[in-house]
Each structure stands twice: as structure tokens, then as C-alpha cells.
């Protein structure tokens, strides 16, 4: 069984401040691991993907994150918050194997203060 | 090139109702997925297609809920009797084959269709 745990549902940063949004992940096979953002009233657009490669994946619009196998986390991190992130964010896991569904976590919803 | 896109995209129905939700993958791709977005449940699997077969049902919530797949392409999510907690956001995805059947693991999501169930 696979899942995801996103700490804090609710994350506020000030504009060009660093946004750090927590991903924790359980998968008892090798994962591959998701970062989406979903702006309000639109779908589900991948900012990165973890899948073995490289541990540190950069994704778009400045984002990236860091795969820690040690830890069991996927955090993403953007050095400099801008106006046009906020938005949700959802982690999500899939397996390696298998159909691929994707497992997601709660989302966080980025509140950027001007 | 066009992306996954979903039709209605906004729908409200009476309890008791029959719906059905369609979905139109991007041109080739042969994963197809549905999930459910809901207040209380999050973002949920609910079922998947590989070709026209649906290997993975495990997340439909109940048998009023029923999908289907033609020609490789388009699908068909059918609520029966609809209950005020079918009320969600229904989103499609879809997913490349990749090369030699390796999956490439990416899903692409359309933007949704909001089910209102009064």
C-alpha cells in the first residue's frame, strides 16, 4: 500500500520569500513521486516527477525537490515566492510497477502575502 | 496539441438522476484514468483503463458508478441514482505508452466536470 502526507493543509509565505510545502510518503516498492499544482477552477498541471533518476528534480516555474529515501520525503522548494504561485499543491506517489494510479496527499494551499 | 478534455464541464442533477461524464484523452495514449476530487474525500482514484479493459476498479464507490472505454480512445463515467455525496469534481487523465511498453509515467489531467447532485 502507498501513501502521502502533506503537512500543513494551509502555508502563507511572503512574495519573494522561500516556499518549503512538506511531503512524507509510505510505499513498500521503489515509488515514483509527483509534485501537481491546481490553480483555482482548472486541473491538475505536473510542476516535477521524482522517478529514480536523479535525487534532486527541478520542475517548472523555479520549482524543485529533493528525493530522500532515508527520510521518506519529497519537499518542494521555490528559493523566491511569487504573486502567481498560489495556488494547491498536491504530493502525490505511484508504483514503479503495477497501473501506476496515483495515491495523493491532502494538497496545501499557498497563500502568497504581498 | 489538444490536451485531455472533458465534457460537461459543469452539471447539476437532481437526486435520483442518471449522469454520464465524458472524457477525451489526448490521441494515443492508452492509460486512461478516473478520479474524484471531493471536500471531504480529496483527490480519489476511482478506476483504470488500459486499451478498452479496466484491470483496476478498485476505486469506484459504489455499483451505481460504472465507466467505459471505446475504440482505445474516448470514455464514459455513469453515475446511477445519483446521492447528494456524488457531488465532486470528476477528473480525467491520461498517460502515453512510452517506448517499448515502458511506461513514460506522466499523467496528463483534463480540467474537470463539476457534479452537482441537489
Known amino acids: 500500500a502507498q501513501s502521502v502526507t502533506q503537512l500543513g493543509s494551509h502555508v502563507s509565505v511572503s512574495e519573494g520569500a522561500l516556499v518549503l510545502l512538506r511531503c512524507n510518503y509510505s510505499?513498500?516498492?521503489?515509488?515514483?513521486l509527483f509534485w501537481y499544482v491546481q490553480y483555482p477552477n482548472q486541473g491538475l498541471q505536473l510542476l516535477l516527477k521524482?522517478?529514480?533518476?536523479?535525487?534532486l528534480v527541478k520542475g517548472i516555474n523555479g520549482f524543485e525537490a529533493e528525493f530522500k529515501k532515508s527520510e521518506t520525503s519529497f519537499h518542494l522548494t521555490k528559493p523566491s515566492a511569487h504573486m502567481s504561485d498560489a495556488a494547491e499543491y498536491f504530493c502525490?506517489?505511484?508504483?514503479?510497477?503495477?497501473?501506476?494510479?496515483?495515491?495523493f496527499g491532502t494538497g496545501t494551499r499557498l497563500t502568497i502575502i504581498p | 496539441g489538444a490536451g485531455v478534455s472533458q465534457s460537461p464541464s459543469n452539471k447539476v442533477t437532481e437526486k435520483g438522476k442518471d449522469v454520464e461524464l465524458r472524457c477525451d484523452p489526448i490521441?494515443?495514449?492508452?492509460?486512461l484514468y478516473w478520479y474524484r476530487q471531493s471536500l471531504g474525500q480529496g483527490l480519489e482514484f476511482l478506476i483504470y483503463?488500459?486499451?478498452?479493459?479496466?484491470?483496476?476498479k478498485s476505486g469506484l464507490p459504489s455499483d451505481r458508478f460504472s465507466a467505459e472505454r471505446t475504440g482505445g480512445s474516448v470514455s464514459t463515467l455513469t453515475i446511477q441514482r445519483t446521492q447528494q455525496e456524488d457531488s465532486a469534481v470528476y477528473l480525467c487523465?491520461?498517460?502515453?505508452?512510452?517506448?517499448?511498453?515502458?511506461?513514460?509515467?506522466?499523467?496528463?489531467f483534463g480540467p474537470g466536470t463539476r457534479l452537482t447532485v441537489l
Open positions: 487523465a491520461s498517460r502515453p505508452p512510452g517506448l517499448a511498453g515502458v511506461s513514460t509515467d506522466t499523467q496528463y
Open positions: 502525490a506517489v505511484s508504483s514503479v510497477r503495477g497501473n501506476e494510479k496515483l495515491t
Open positions: 521524482y522517478t529514480s533518476a536523479a535525487t
Open positions: 483503463f488500459q486499451g478498452n479493459s479496466a484491470p483496476d
Open positions: 510505499s513498500s516498492v521503489p515509488p515514483y
Open positions: 490521441s494515443g495514449h492508452t492509460a
